[in-house]
């Protein structure tokens, strides 16, 4: 069936060190979504991405859409302690247009 | 405040009992979703509702039921019938269905079965 799959599952940085999480997708998407989750809360939408080879920024925050449509990208540059969290990606499911979501990836900033 | 709310924040149920989780906005969306999240795991769709007396089976129904006879609400009842219940609920809505659409998400229901 129709996946989403985003590497690394977790990331241990040093706090100013750079983060940087993929997804890639089994099929051509329309569109992705990304999303922060705060450990013990919801997820909360970041950004979407529409274009061929589009490339969007968030102040530390560098999102990237693959020229095919099948991967994305984001990177997170000097990383901070309010950085921490679980970064998801997510993208139409073929069947029924709604959202088909990465695993996620883990940002530890070690002590 | 506009925003959607979960209650209660923890359940815990004894096994072969039903439950239901509450879901509530005021964001005047058309569009709410039922997610189950699972540690290390991304979110898994159970059921989503287009507009008030509509709603379709996600990758995961089996053993959940649903109603939609409120614009603003999307109660989640979990049966017996679901094999492994105790995990992370989250209800989302948005302006409108489809993949295009930001969703805004309540805090979640943590459900624990004995």
């Known amino acids: 069936g129709q996946q989403v799959m985003q590497i690394p599952q977790y990331q241990h940085v040093q706090e100013g060190e750079d983060f940087t999480t993929y997804c890639n997708s089994s099929?051509?998407?329309?569109?992705i979504q990304w999303y922060k989750q705060r450990p013990g809360g919801h997820p909360v939408f970041l950004i979407q991405?529409?274009?061929s080879g589009e490339v969007k920024k968030q102040k530390r925050l560098t999102f990237q859409f693959g020229e095919a449509k099948k991967n994305s990208s984001l990177h997170i540059t000097a990383t901070q302690t309010t950085d921490v969290g679980t970064y998801f990606c997510?993208?139409?499911?073929?069947?029924?247009?709604?959202?088909?979501w990465g695993a996620g990836t883990k940002l530890i900033i070690k002590p | 405040d506009g925003g959607i709310t979960q209650s209660p924040k923890y359940l815990f149920r004894k096994e072969g009992q039903n439950v239901t989780l509450s879901c509530e906005q005021n964001?005047?969306?058309?569009?709410m979703y039922w997610y189950r999240q699972d540690p290390g795991q991304g979110l898994r769709l159970i059921y989503y509702?287009?507009?008030?007396?509509?709603?379709q089976k996600g990758d995961i129904a089996e053993g959940y039921s649903v109603s939609r006879e409120k614009k603003e609400s999307f109660p989640l009842t979990v049966t017996s019938a679901q094999k492994n219940p105790t995990a992370f609920y989250l209800c989302?809505?948005?302006?409108?269905?489809?993949?295009?659409?930001?969703?805004?998400f309540g805090p979640g229901t943590r459900l624990t079965v004995l």
């Open positions: 989302a809505s948005s302006i409108e269905s489809g993949a295009y659409n930001e969703q805004f």
């Open positions: 997510a993208g139409p499911e073929d069947s029924n247009y709604q959202l088909i």
């Open positions: 964001l005047n969306h058309d569009a």
């Open positions: 509702s287009q507009i008030v007396n509509d709603f």
């Open positions: 099929t051509t998407l329309s569109n």
């Open positions: 991405l529409v274009k």
